[in-house]
């Protein structure tokens, strides 16, 4: 074991590896327990009796609308380059 750690080109290789491989797993990890964490806030306001859109609500309170989202409800986006030039409502 010592003899593969004092090489530095093999402890890069293996950090090449390792680096991304940890970060893949701590995103998916992050997101399991944020699901979890979701789904047990929902669980929680059912059980108090608030309805589907209040829970809707309180769910996206905190999320802002992407740029599609915007686009596709036919907004348009005072950030795109693209409607900048349009007048408003065409």
Do not use: C
Request: aromatic residues 4%.
């Amino acid at each position: 074991m010592e003899r593969i750690f004092s090489s530095p080109q093999t402890v890069a290789v293996i950090m090449i590896f390792a680096i991304p491989i940890v970060a893949i797993i701590a995103y998916y990890v992050h997101e399991v327990l944020k699901t979890r964490s979701n789904n047990e806030l929902k669980q929680s306001m059912l059980e108090r009796g608030m309805s589907a859109q209040d829970i809707e609500t309180v769910i996206n309170a905190g999320t802002k609308p992407s740029k599609k989202h915007h686009r596709r409800a036919g907004r348009d986006d005072p950030g795109d380059p693209s409607t900048a030039s349009r007048p408003h409502g065409s």
